[in-house]
């Protein structure tokens, strides 16, 4: 009897182990696999304090919900919808008259898919399109500038911007800012190629990883020094989350460190 169960542990575990190289390989994302996971995001939506915009902003974003505009557009720029949004029909009904106005928007222009821009030199993106359909709801224009996360209260406050949006993660307790529930988080990842790419951590000693030139990129990376002895080569890439992908697409890298939202976008 003891003989038995020696020997269905012993199996058992040679099972467990056959497994575990399969388990170290990495969740594939269509033409992607993550390697490993280095952090964790939250992007929202800012406002002045006191500034009645963000009621008109969050009641027209509550009505699109409702009626599933936003849930299109996440579909049409997403593999999956992760954001969320509170959903109320005729939110908007609240208010006895809407001004109208020219809401300018603050926008990370590096941050692709959510806001980027085009080839024809233009603001694009799933945030980009949805600001414009709050717009279009309100009866307001939309005018987008380029911000990055970390200047959204002195963009706000010295009223350069209406409302910081568009790939933009703001740490919901900043100071001096409304900040509005975070509508989609996401991972801070390092991908390769499914195709060709190394399966995990230890098949990148020596590859090329391409990063982008902004400082919290680098200070993830920074903070883990046997992490970035591991490669070869570190590439800072100007141009984006979406530069970082076609250099790992063309074989310029082998590794890119990229968000989980960016490869929602271009995993496909």
């Known amino acids: 009897m003891l003989l038995k169960s020696v020997k269905r542990l012993l199996a058992t575990l040679l099972v467990i182990a056959l497994l575990l190289p399969a388990a170290g390989c990495g969740k594939v994302v269509g033409r992607y696999r993550i390697v490993d996971t280095l952090g964790e995001q939250s992007y929202a939506i ?28 996440a579909n049409s720029w997403f593999i999956e919808d992760n954001t969320y949004f509170a ?13 109208q106005r020219t809401l300018i928007i603050g926008a990370d222009q590096d941050a692709y898919p959510l806001s980027y821009i085009d080839e024809s030199g233009q603001f694009a993106g799933f945030d980009v399109e949805l600001a414009r359909a709050v717009c279009s709801r309100l009866g307001w224009q939309a005018e987008f500038i380029s911000i990055k996360a970390e200047n959204a209260y002195v963009e706000l406050s010295s009223g350069n911007v209406d409302c910081a949006w568009g790939g933009l993660a703001i740490d919901p307790d900043t100071d001096g800012i409304t900040v509005l529930t975070p509508y989609l988080t996401d991972n801070l990842v390092i991908i390769t190629r499914s195709d060709i790419g190394a399966k995990t951590l230890r098949g990148l000693n020596g590859s090329r990883l391409a990063i982008t030139v902004e400082q919290k990129y680098i200070d993830l990376l920074s903070a883990d020094e046997k992490l970035m002895n591991r490669f070869g080569e570190i590439k800072r890439l100007t141009g984006g989350l979406q530069a970082l992908l076609n250099a790992l697409n063309s074989g310029e890298a082998d590794a890119a460190l990229v968000s989980t939202t960016a490869i929602q976008r271009f995993g496909a």
Do not use: C, K, M
């Not at 008109?56 to 599933?68: I, P, R, S």
């Not at 959903?87 to 001004?99: E, M, V």
């Open 87 to 99: 959903s109320r029909t005729n939110s908007l009904d609240q208010f006895q008259g809407i001004p």
């Open 46 to 73: 800012a406002f002045r304090n006191e500034d009645y915009v963000r009621y008109y902003v969050e009641a027209a974003l509550q009505e699109l919900a409702a009626d599933g505009t936003i849930s299109g557009l």
